[in-house]
T-cell receptor, first 115, second 114 residues
Framework: NAGVMQNPRHLVRRRGQEARLRCSPMKGHSHVYWYRQLPEEGLKFMVYLQKENIIDESGMPKERFSAEFPKEGPSILRIQQVVRGDSAAYFC?????????????FGPGTRLTVL | RKEVEQDPGPFNVPEGATVAFNCTYS??????FFWYRQDCRKEPKLLMS???SGNEDGRFTAQLNRASQYISLLIRDSKLSDSATYLCVVNIGNRGGATNKLIFGTGTLLAVQP
């Protein structure tokens, strides 16, 4: 059973470009979470999605960031017009149910570098 | 005030030592509690859940005090392979499923020396 998959693992963008980060949850998991880890900081929750629905986007920056989890295909975190401050590791996690007592399984992350 | 606070360390201990990490959380609505481990430039991995009654998994013991909003992790007989950052994590979820997010502390760095 493959774990959570993320690609690309490393992404380099110039300021003003768009970044698209993809996450395929574990088989049978329909709940996806995105977290961001800035250099030398802890992980911060960004958004929680279930198939075709955004459940909680309280951690998403108000501008330039969007997320989706379509009926078919991976979840996508999209960052428009990237700035240097967006450089971070972006981790996706998934769970089979929404219960807070269940483990969230993390993918290996995408390291975004903005030049 | 941070929602989850930990001593950042580093904790430098010799092999075989016992080491304890502490953590406090501020949101009394926190539903569940975990310790995750994160190796350098890797993803976090669940070490253990934390229950009010206390729980043990081999050399690792976790405790939760809901009244004090305090969580602890004890590692006995430290191994070189225990060197990592230990993350105190709480789940802010609710029964209605309106959210299910993890709140992470900044982590405590452990370095076990030979």
């Amino acid at each position: 059973n493959a774990g959570v998959m993320q690609n690309p693992r490393h992404l380099v963008r110039r300021r003003g470009q768009e970044a698209r980060l993809r996450c395929s949850p574990m088989k049978g998991h329909s709940h996806v979470y995105w977290y961001r880890q800035l250099p030398e900081e802890g992980l911060k929750f960004m958004v929680y999605l279930q198939k075709e629905n955004i459940i909680d986007e309280s951690g998403m920056p108000k501008e330039r960031f969007s997320a989706e989890f379509p009926k078919e295909g991976p979840s996508i975190l999209r960052i428009q017009q990237v700035v240097r401050g967006d450089s971070a590791a972006y981790f996706c996690a998934s769970s089979p149910v929404a219960s807070g007592y269940n483990e969230q399984f993390f993918g290996p992350g995408t390291r975004l570098t903005v030049l | 005030r941070k929602e989850v606070e930990q001593d950042p360390g580093p904790f430098n201990v010799p092999e075989g030592a016992t080491v304890a990490f502490n953590c406090t959380y501020s949101n009394s609505a926190s539903q569940s509690f975990f310790w995750y481990r994160q190796d350098c430039r890797k993803e976090p991995k669940l070490l253990m859940s934390v229950y009010s009654s206390g729980n043990e998994d081999g050399r690792f013991t976790a405790q939760l005090n809901r009244a004090s909003q305090y969580i602890s992790l004890l590692i006995r007989d430290s191994k070189l392979s225990d060197s990592a950052t230990y993350l105190c994590v709480v789940n802010i979820g609710n029964r209605g499923g309106a959210t299910n997010k993890l709140i992470f502390g900044t982590g405590t760095l452990l370095a076990v020396q030979p």
